[in-house]
């Protein structure tokens, strides 16, 4: 990469003094140093022009691209293509026009005061994301450290985890690490006080009796809001299981409801993605808040509007799931798309929409039938739910 004029380098809290040879080289021979004005501090006099990198960051990219034809060093924090900036920076230059060095980063740094062992331990960035992040993996015993926005973060980090019933758990605060006067601040959730300053991640060992997610499909009902418009657990547990999601992959959820299925396809992997369609606004608007709350609607769009008019908004998914408004027109459409098909119906009219295909286009018929026990007089007995009928094609 000797032809690259930019360089990015990873700093740590102790500055210049603190990175390798390769690193201080480049910042010596550099034209200009662009880098936000926190690490700009830390670089000593020199003949080098300094650029403080502007708010909002991708302001910044235009400027950077204007100073081609000069040796420019870009210093961000740590290792920047760990929830940093240097993903951002590398996909708007060619892959010649760039080299990268990256320092320690805060988590290993955190893992390394700490004792934990980086590979079991979760790592999130949520100093530019909502806490609900969390939600997916909070359970005990499980280990998270993640950045923060600043340090009245730390007063909702504790609040959040208290509310949804992990106050029990140990978070440890640490400032300034790397710097050498680190400082480390230990609590429970429910009663840990202090006034915290950036920078600073926040270290958690997740502990309390607050409802956990699976790590399977068919998480529990009552954690989507609902109308009763909702493909119950057993159902749609064996609905997720038929859709089959790998990781990257697009799902569409036609008829969203609650949303329950987009819900939990996004719940399976952190990369994946769905388009929900949901042509009431008030079920459409409950999907968003269930997404939110289970910490992803950031990979979640909604679609308000009838199918299939509504579905030509959307980009072409690797699967579709049909769970409300069935009809010709719609199967039709869908079936139309180079995507695995899962569709369920519940009355007569839909089973025979769903045979109907089946004969047309292959696939697989299956009939779910569901007893649940029930009081019957003083004893007790079956209870059924009314039958679903899926039909599935894999192409």
């Given at each position: 990469?000797?032809?690259?004029?930019?360089?990015?380098?990873?700093?740590?809290?102790?500055?210049?003094?603190?990175?390798?040879?390769?690193?201080?080289?480049?910042?010596?021979?550099?034209?200009?140093?662009?880098?936000?004005?926190?690490?700009?501090?830390?670089?000593?006099?020199?003949?080098?022009?300094?650029?403080?990198?502007?708010?909002?960051?991708?302001?910044?990219?235009?400027?950077?691209?204007?100073?081609?034809?000069?040796?420019?060093?870009?210093?961000?924090?740590?290792?920047?293509?760990?929830?940093?900036?240097?993903?951002?920076?590398?996909?708007?230059?060619?892959?010649?026009?760039?080299?990268?060095?990256?320092?320690?980063?805060?988590?290993?740094?955190?893992?390394?005061?700490?004792?934990?062992?980086?590979?079991?331990?979760?790592?999130?960035?949520?100093?530019?994301?909502?806490?609900?992040?969390?939600?997916?993996?909070?359970?005990?015993?499980?280990?998270?450290?993640?950045t923060l926005r600043d340090g009245d973060?730390?007063?909702?980090?504790?609040?959040?985890?208290?509310?949804?019933?992990?106050?029990?758990?140990?978070?440890?605060?640490?400032?300034?690490?790397?710097?050498?006067?680190?400082?480390?601040?230990?609590?429970?959730?429910?009663?840990?006080?202090?006034?915290?300053?950036?920078?600073?991640?926040?270290?958690?060992?997740?502990?309390?009796?607050?409802?956990?997610?699976?790590?399977?499909?068919?998480?529990?009902?009552?954690?989507?809001?609902?109308?009763?418009?909702i493909t119950k657990r057993p159902v749609?547990?064996?609905?997720?299981?038929?859709?089959?999601?790998?990781?990257?992959?697009?799902?569409?959820?036609?008829?969203?409801?609650?949303?329950?299925?987009?819900?939990?396809?996004?719940?399976?992997?952190?990369?994946?993605?769905?388009?929900?369609?949901?042509?009431?606004?008030?079920?459409?608007?409950?999907?968003?808040?269930?997404?939110?709350?289970?910490?992803?609607?950031?990979?979640?769009?909604?679609?308000?509007?009838?199918?299939?008019?509504?579905?030509?908004?959307?980009?072409?998914?690797?699967?579709?799931?049909?769970?409300?408004?069935?009809?010709?027109?719609?199967?039709?459409?869908?079936?139309?798309?180079?995507?695995?098909?899962?569709?369920?119906?519940?009355?007569?009219?839909?089973?025979?929409?769903?045979?109907?295909?089946?004969?047309?286009?292959?696939?697989?018929?299956?009939?779910?039938?569901?007893?649940?026990s029930a009081p019957l007089g003083a004893?007790?007995?079956?209870?059924?739910?009314?039958?679903?009928?899926?039909?599935?094609?894999?192409?």
């Amino acid at each position: 990469m000797s032809e690259a004029w930019l360089t990015i380098v990873g700093m740590g809290e102790d500055g210049v003094a603190g990175l390798g040879a390769r690193s201080q080289a480049a910042l010596d021979a550099a034209d200009v140093i662009m880098a936000p004005p926190r690490h700009l501090a830390h670089v000593p006099d020199g003949p080098a022009e300094r650029v403080e990198w502007p708010v909002p960051f991708a302001d910044g990219i235009a400027l950077l691209a204007s100073l081609r034809g000069q040796r420019v060093v870009v210093l961000a924090s740590g290792d920047p293509f760990w929830f940093g900036a240097g993903s951002v920076i590398a996909r708007s230059f060619g892959r010649e026009e760039w080299r990268a060095l990256p320092g320690p980063s805060c988590f290993a740094l955190a893992a390394a005061e700490l004792g934990w062992a980086l590979e079991n331990t979760i790592c999130l960035g949520l100093h530019a994301a909502p806490l609900e992040r969390l939600r997916p993996v909070l359970s005990p015993g499980v280990h998270v450290i993640t950045t923060l926005r600043d340090g009245d973060a730390v007063t909702r980090l504790c609040s959040y985890l208290s509310k949804h019933g992990f106050g029990e758990s140990a978070v440890t605060i640490l400032e300034r690490l790397g710097a050498g006067d680190t400082k480390v601040t230990t609590g429970t959730a429910q009663d840990l006080k202090g006034q915290f300053a950036h920078p600073l991640v926040a270290a958690i060992d997740v502990a309390g009796d607050g409802p956990a997610l699976t790590v399977v499909s068919g998480q529990r009902d009552d954690l989507f809001a609902s109308d009763g418009q909702i493909t119950k657990r057993p159902v749609r547990a064996i609905t997720l299981s038929t859709l089959a999601p790998h990781p990257g992959e697009h799902l569409w959820d036609v008829g969203g409801g609650s949303g329950s299925i987009a819900l939990e396809w996004l719940l399976a992997h952190p990369s994946n993605r769905a388009t929900a369609f949901e042509m009431r606004s008030d079920r459409a608007a409950r999907i968003l808040s269930n997404a939110e709350t289970l910490g992803v609607g950031h990979r979640l769009h909604v679609i308000e509007g009838a199918a299939p008019d509504a579905l030509a908004e959307a980009k072409v998914p690797d699967a579709v799931f049909v769970g409300g408004g069935l009809s010709q027109v719609l199967l039709d459409a869908v079936t139309s798309l180079p995507a695995r098909i899962v569709a369920n119906a519940v009355t007569l009219e839909g089973e025979a929409l769903l045979a109907h295909a089946q004969a047309s286009h292959g696939g697989t018929l299956m009939r779910i039938e569901l007893s649940q026990s029930a009081p019957l007089g003083a004893k007790r007995g079956w209870s059924r739910s009314y039958p679903v009928v899926q039909w599935s094609l894999v192409r």
